[in-house]
């Protein structure tokens, strides 16, 4: 009888592992997807925006460098959601003091802003508006500023195009000339000019040979 019991419970501890191993695989938050490690369906729920607990969520995403020589993944850069980066930099400019009305439009390579402000300071305010979008965007980003609110509605008008549009090339760059007519704040390094382009870089059309355009250091 001892013996029974005791072979009956192996047998129960081997079935509970069994379902808590079931379990622990069901409820594993990650799995690997090329050079990512995503969240997976089960915690999608962390990026739906109607989800209450979402502000309170961590989040996290792990990239592996491929361990093929030569072999990089460039697409990844597209995938960045213009439209909350818009959001995001229009909310985080307007909180920022004497800015009142931000207006957002991110392309593939340039941030443009258009804003309203009662500042004193037309250049500090430049300079806070256009690092906020910087610590939002992927370095390659150019940000353009500009404190003429007949620009807001301007920069409004473009967020129907997209980067296969008609002549978007020669919009946009009609877009950055007016708005370099406006403070762009401080160079953003001493390798960058104020608006993020490198020296030796190829700026946008309408930035080329601007006099904010970058020098080389030590020719300031």
């Known amino acids: 009888m001892n013996k029974m019991f005791i072979t009956l419970g192996i047998c129960g501890m081997f079935a509970l592992t069994g379902c808590g191993a079931s379990d622990t695989a069901q409820n594993d938050i990650y799995e690997e997807s090329g050079n990512t490690i995503n969240v997976n369906n089960q915690r999608a729920d962390i990026y739906n925006v109607n989800n209450k607990n979402k502000a309170s969520d961590f989040g996290y995403v792990r990239h592996q460098k491929n361990p093929i020589a030569g072999n990089t993944n460039t697409d990844h850069y597209a995938a960045v959601d213009r439209e909350k980066l818009a959001d995001n930099i229009s909310k985080m400019s307007s909180d920022l003091p004497n800015v009142h009305d931000v207006a957002t439009l991110v392309t593939d390579e340039e941030i443009l802003i258009a804003y309203a402000t009662d500042s004193n300071n037309r250049n500090e305010t430049a300079d806070q508006v256009k690092r906020t979008a910087l610590s939002f965007v992927p370095r390659y ?80």
């Not at 195009?161 to 002549?167: F, K």
């Open 141 to 220: 980003y150019h940000v353009y500023v500009s404190d003429d609110v007949n620009l807001i509605k301007n920069v409004e008008s473009y967020a129907t195009l997209s980067s296969n549009s008609r002549n978007v090339d020669s919009l946009v760059d009609q877009l950055i000339r007016k708005m370099l007519k406006s403070p762009q704040g401080r160079r953003v390094s001493e390798e960058e000019n104020e608006n993020g382009v490198m020296k030796n870089e190829m700026a946008p059309k309408a930035d080329r040979g601007f006099s904010n355009q970058v020098q080389p250091v030590g020719n300031k």
